[in-house]
């Protein structure tokens, strides 16, 4: 059964997609549906994007559920080892 909750919010930062090139992105796109490529029923999908830059600057994941544990619980235990004061850095203009 899917959920049809979507949430939707922007983000800051930079992904490489097709070809190779890095792009900026901006928003980020998360679902739990039936994937489009990923071997399961349904995943937590995820997509990074930019915009203004067409539907081709776009990075998709499809996680199963146990790998989106997994992935939240690397993201938290990486950015627990960072001092504050990093944390808080902006990238310089």
């Not at 499809?62 to 990093?86: D, F, G, K, N, Y």
Request: glycine content about 6%; proline content about 5%; aromatic content about 6%.
């Amino acid at each position: 059964m899917c959920t049809y909750l979507t949430v939707k919010d922007r983000v800051e930062g930079s992904a490489k997609g097709p070809g190779g090139s890095w792009f900026r992105v901006s928003d980020v796109t998360v679902y739990f549906d039936h994937p489009v490529h990923a071997m399961a029923e349904h995943t937590l999908n995820i997509d990074f994007a930019d915009p203004s830059r067409g539907p081709a600057a776009r990075i998709a994941l499809e996680l199963t559920a146990q790998s989106a544990r997994t992935l939240v619980a690397a993201i938290q235990e990486a950015l627990a080892a960072v001092p504050a004061e990093m944390q808080s850095q902006t990238a310089a203009s």
